[in-house]
């Protein structure tokens, strides 16, 4: 591309460019989105709407042309990077609302996914809705869910899948959790694109979080009906 023919963020209007950023995410451009993402914020755009309009919606396209095998996992993971820069510059934003502490929570990806970009922005969102959460990273086997149990004694319990393989293993952190007799000690939440309420029921999880405001609202109601069991017991 020409100098001439150089495209100027900052000239498009607010539609050509989250159009732009979509672009840009899936060209794995991070420099470009963080400066996009900036630009939103210049516009008075809500931290919350640039994170699911413009970076959440690209990543959506990268994923379905991922999924058809026009992407491979090096494009993806440029894409996923450039995401990243756009949420580290969202993320005191959505943390610092002044929010009182409102509950605890432990989260992480499990054994064999590699995938933390959903995880993140739950956490994030949660830090946002005033929850401390101790974020456990990926792949992680059931003996770091219940070694960070024990340490910190969350609230809640929230675990993230990404893969019809690796969803099955939180039934499996689950139900050690049982045989150890805390599972009712712990709200649990789950949450991942492949994972449905269904499945959520099935495996025993208190309940499943769509996406990230749905994880925080979930996780708020679950909450208040702890304190209120608390209170008449
Ligand atoms: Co992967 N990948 N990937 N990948 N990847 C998917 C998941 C896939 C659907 C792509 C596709 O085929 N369309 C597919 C899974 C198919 C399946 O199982 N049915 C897939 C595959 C196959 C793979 C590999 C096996 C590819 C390969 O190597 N051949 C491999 C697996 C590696 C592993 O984990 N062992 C792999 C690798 C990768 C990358 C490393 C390249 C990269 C991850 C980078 C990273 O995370 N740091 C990657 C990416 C980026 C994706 C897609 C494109 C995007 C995922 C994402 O970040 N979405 C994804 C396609 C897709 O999902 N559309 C795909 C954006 C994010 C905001 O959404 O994660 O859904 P999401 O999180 C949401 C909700 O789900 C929910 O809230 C979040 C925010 O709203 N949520 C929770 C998530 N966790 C929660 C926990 C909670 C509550 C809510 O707890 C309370």
């Keep these: 591309m020409s100098d001439e023919d150089e495209i100027i ?5 607010d539609e050509d460019l989250v159009q732009q950023m979509f672009d840009d995410l899936y060209d794995g451009l991070k420099e470009e989105i963080e400066e ?3 630009i939103l914020l210049e516009r008075k755009w809500e931290p919350y709407d640039i994170l699911t309009k413009a970076l959440v919606g690209g990543m959506t396209i990268v994923g379905a042309d991922f999924r058809d095998g026009i992407l491979f996992v ?4 440029l894409a996923a990077n450039a995401m990243k820069g756009g949420m580290a510059i969202l993320k005191p934003l959505l943390v610092e609302t002044g929010a009182p502490r409102v509950g605890k929570m432990v989260i992480g990806t499990v054994k064999g996914d590699i995938h933390d970009i959903g995880k993140n922005l739950v956490g994030m969102m949660m830090e946002g809705a005033g929850f401390e959460v101790v974020d456990l990273g990926i792949n992680n086997p059931v003996e770091s869910y219940l070694e960070a149990m024990e340490k910190e004694g969350p609230d809640i319990l929230g675990m993230s899948a990404l893969l019809t393989t690796t969803m099955p293993y939180m039934k499996v952190v689950i139900d050690t959790m049982i045989e150890q007799g805390i599972r009712d000690d712990y709200i649990v939440l789950v949450g991942g694109a ?9 495996i025993g999880a208190d309940a499943y979080c769509r996406d990230a405001a749905v994880a925080v609202e979930t996780a708020k109601e679950w909450m208040a009906r702890k ?3 608390a209170k008449s017991a």
């Design 227 to 229: 304190h209120n069991s």
């Design 194 to 202: 492949p994972l449905n309420e269904e499945f959520g029921k099935a």
């Design 9 to 13: 963020l900052s000239e498009l209007d």
């Design 36 to 38: 996009g993402v900036n």
């Design 74 to 77: 090096p494009e993806v993971l």
